[in-house]
């Protein structure tokens, strides 16, 4: 079953507004990343945040990491209409290689 | 850098043939390389996880004898479909890791959108 929930599902704002996406997971990780997905591509690694971590910047992204919850956010803040894309967080399980995606936001900026 | 080269992006093929999508590391060795399925508006399911030299480990319900990875060499990494149905139709993604470190940072391809007639 996929480690990780997203909220919302889909999120449709005006450019320049900030977009925000949640995203649950259900046990103990290293670290946490999110990536994007431009319709029928591949996916692009946005920001990694450790778990001994609670907040982390680049560009116009922010992210958090509760551990006691179990959450994270991305916040996308300024946004543009090049931002309209799939959103995917994504657990490293603690003594496991792999990466477990959530389900995913899909994020459209009207210009 | 760390770019991953993925191809073809887009195959239709008959009932009953094999395909292959090779899944190509272009200025990295990728001690670790990933094959995801995905369906429309869903998220990625991982199939396998293959490491250069060795047999791939495949996730639960992913049918090995089915969908045969090759993992040759540090750059590159193969997946046949043998056999496609038209419910092996979905697109296909690999993806790239350069080590076995805590980050696991994964890098990926294009995608390669599968429809099975």
């Known amino acids: 079953s996929q480690q990780g929930e997203e909220d919302p599902q889909a999120l449709s704002i005006q450019e320049g507004e900030n977009a925000t996406m949640n995203c649950s997971y259900k046990?103990?990780?290293?670290?946490l990343q999110w990536y994007r997905q431009n319709s029928g591509r591949g996916l692009v690694h946005l920001i990694l945040?450790?778990?001994?971590?609670r907040e982390k910047h680049s560009g116009r992204l922010r992210v958090t990491l509760d551990t006691s919850k179990k959450s994270s956010s991305l916040l996308i803040t300024a946004s543009r209409a090049a931002d309209t894309a799939s959103y995917f967080c994504?657990?490293?399980?603690?003594?496991?290689?792999?990466?477990?995606f959530g389900q995913g936001t899909r994020l459209t900026i009207n210009p | 850098g760390a770019v991953v080269s993925q191809h073809p992006s887009w195959v239709i093929c008959k009932s009953g043939t094999s395909v292959k999508i090779e899944c190509r590391s272009l200025?990295?060795?990728?001690?670790?390389m990933f094959w995801y399925r995905q369906f429309p508006k869903q998220s990625l399911m991982l199939m396998a996880t293959?490491?250069?030299?060795?047999?791939?480990?495949?996730e639960q319900g992913v049918e090995k004898d089915k969908f045969l990875i090759n993992h040759a060499s540090l750059t590159l990494s193969t997946l046949t479909v043998t056999s496609a149905h038209p419910e092996d139709s979905s697109f296909y993604i690999c993806?790239?890791?350069?080590?076995?470190?805590?980050?696991?940072?994964?890098?990926f391809g294009a995608g390669t959108r599968l429809s099975v007639l």
């Open positions: 993806s790239a890791s350069r080590g076995t470190g805590v980050s696991n940072i994964q890098y």
């Open positions: 046990t103990s990780i290293n670290n």
């Open positions: 945040i450790r778990s001994n971590e």
């Open positions: 994504a657990t490293v399980i603690q003594g496991a290689q792999k990466l477990v």
């Open positions: 200025d990295f060795q990728a001690t670790t």
């Open positions: 293959s490491n250069e030299g060795s047999k791939a480990t495949y």
